[in-house]
């Protein structure tokens, strides 16, 4: 079993409202993954990071921003959320085999 | 850069038939391989990977798939499929790049399993 967590896992807000989503592990890996993923679509990188104090931006832009100040814990932000942020963002970790969090369902109004 | 195809969008198979789904990927160097399995609201579980060596790799739930570098693919089967292996399938590609593994996904193919 993971010791991967997302919260929320679900998310409904308004637009303009900043948020953060929440992503920690357990398992002590120093690189850290978020993947956006639209139904039927294939997930695409929008961050990642080797370590703390350590992000990078992924293969598909993204108007979020992320933050590493400890190893567990890689909170994706968005300032100010519109409806094309509506989305499915999938957390993971690890060097070589991935473990996934059960992501965070968000829809923008 | 990578990409990965995978050709079927959905795929409905018996229970207890057998299952091959189907994956292509581009990629210059040799290739970090991967299945991962998604089910209903919940984040994606590894079913097996490819880094080198034999190129018919075992995975777990009966899963196994093989690497055929002529054809650029790597295709996952199954023998007798389960009820419960009605899931999302995605196949991935992998490039280390200073020691971080950017996965590029295909997107997905959708299995159904009928009674």
């Known amino acids: 079993e993971a010791d991967i967590y997302q919260t929320p896992r679900y998310l409904v807000i308004g637009t303009g409202k900043k948020i953060t989503l929440e992503c920690s592990q357990t398992m002590g890996h120093d690189k850290m993954y978020w993947y956006q993923q639209d139904p039927g679509m294939e997930l695409h990188l929008i961050h990642y990071s080797y370590g703390v104090n350590s992000t990078e931006k992924g293969d598909l832009s993204s108007e979020s921003t992320v933050s590493r100040i400890r190893t567990e814990h890689f909170p994706l932000t968005l300032e100010s959320a519109r409806p094309s942020h509506t989305s499915q963002y999938l957390c993971?970790?690890?060097?070589?085999?991935?473990?996934f969090g059960s992501g965070t369902q968000l829809s923008v109004l | 850069a990578q990409s990965v195809t995978q050709p079927d969008i959905h795929i409905t198979v018996s229970e207890g038939a057998s299952l091959e789904l189907r994956c292509n990927y581009s990629?210059?160097?040799?290739?970090?391989l991967f299945w991962y399995v998604q089910s209903p609201g919940q984040g994606l579980q590894l079913l097996l990977k490819?880094?080198?060596?034999?190129?018919l790799v075992q995975g777990i739930k009966g899963f196994e798939a093989e690497f055929k570098r002529s054809q650029s693919s790597f295709n996952l089967r199954k023998p007798s499929v389960h009820w419960s292996d009605a899931a999302e399938y995605f196949c991935?590609?992998?490039?280390?790049?200073?020691?971080?593994?950017?996965?590029?996904f295909g997107q997905g193919t959708r299995l159904t399993i009928n009674p």
């Open positions: 990629y210059g160097a040799t290739p970090y």
């Open positions: 993971a970790s690890g060097r070589v085999k991935l473990f």
């Open positions: 991935a590609v992998g490039a280390g790049i200073q020691g971080a593994q950017k996965l590029v």
């Open positions: 490819y880094f080198s060596g034999d190129t």
